[in-house]
């Protein structure tokens, strides 16, 4: 079984910043690819940044240049660095694992997500 746990949201102020964790364990022999998404109220969920194994980043428009993806992967740790925060950057924010079990086989999972808010 793997488990992925976020943490890190909270409330800040428009152009404020945050940093998001997430930690994959369990039956894990080998991370593929950590990925953040997001979903706002009455919103579909969408991609924000994601990073492969290799250090691979790709990020969505609205990500590009305010938020930075980084991989711990001994710690089998995804990071996601907010800055300059924005209204619109309100959602539950999930972190999904695609991961290699001790059998190899390939399996995707999601953690419950965490919630950030920007306000003034």
């Known amino acids: 079984q793997v488990h992925v746990v976020e943490s890190g949201g909270g409330l800040v102020r428009p152009g404020g910043s945050l940093r998001l964790s997430c930690v994959a364990s369990?039956?894990?022999?080998?991370?593929?690819?950590m990925a953040w998404h997001r979903q706002a109220p009455g919103k579909q969920r969408e991609l924000v940044a994601g990073?492969?194994?290799?250090?691979?980043?790709n990020y969505a428009d609205s990500a590009k240049g305010r938020f930075t993806i980084s991989m711990d992967n001994a710690k089998n740790t995804v990071y996601l660095q907010m800055n300059s925060l924005k209204l619109e950057d309100t959602a539950v924010y999930y972190c999904?694992?695609?991961?290699?079990?001790?059998?190899?086989?390939?399996?995707?999972?999601w953690g419950q997500g965490t919630q950030v808010t920007v306000s003034s």
């Open positions: 999904n694992s695609i991961v290699y079990d001790v059998l190899w086989r390939r399996g995707d999972y």
């Open positions: 369990g039956s894990i022999s080998s991370i593929d690819v």
């Open positions: 990073i492969s194994s290799g250090g691979t980043t």
